[in-house]
């Protein structure tokens, strides 16, 4: 198992689950090289074994948990998939993965992990909604995010720091171990550049 894989496969699955095809677009992107569809899957086969992670598959009637080995079965899906996409990937190219397998890191994994920031994307509204331990890693999320979606134009931002009080029954806002958390909504524009 590729050290760099796993590390990526466990920072992006400690923001919450993922599907099998966007974890392999971001780690690709992560370890700055084509990750394969043969690669990740025996990464991701390794964690599950050890109980690090969890694997799902997605039907009509919601989420089943798989093994390792029905993994393997759903291979040649993510192959057939992988190959009608273009390199790299781009973040519209893996937002519905049609196979279904998802990851979920195992809570006593990511126990004691507070991420520098998370996103969350309304495309439908446009709105970023970020959610950081300072105003630096705010501004490292927007850079960053805007990196992986050259065609997004910023058009505004609200800031806004929350003390943990108002943070109790909002994700977005939980209060870093200083007791404060930094919230950015950031409005943007899509434009077909980049694309």
Known sequence: MNTDVREAVVGLL???PSSFGATLRFVSAECER???VEELAQTVAALASRNALHL???TEGGFARITPAQL???VGDYKCWMGELSRPLRV???SYDPVGVWLHLAEDVSMGFEPAWVVDDDAIGSTLSISARTREDANEAIATYAEMRPQMTIVAQRWKVLPPDGAKNDRRSTPTREGRRVFVEVTYEE???GA
């Open 14 to 16: 400690t923001l919450g």
């Open 72 to 74: 393997a079965n759903q």
């Open 191 to 193: 434009s077909d550049r």
């Open 34 to 36: 084509t990750v394969t």
């Open 92 to 94: 519209d190219d893996v």
């Open 56 to 58: 799902f598959l997605q």
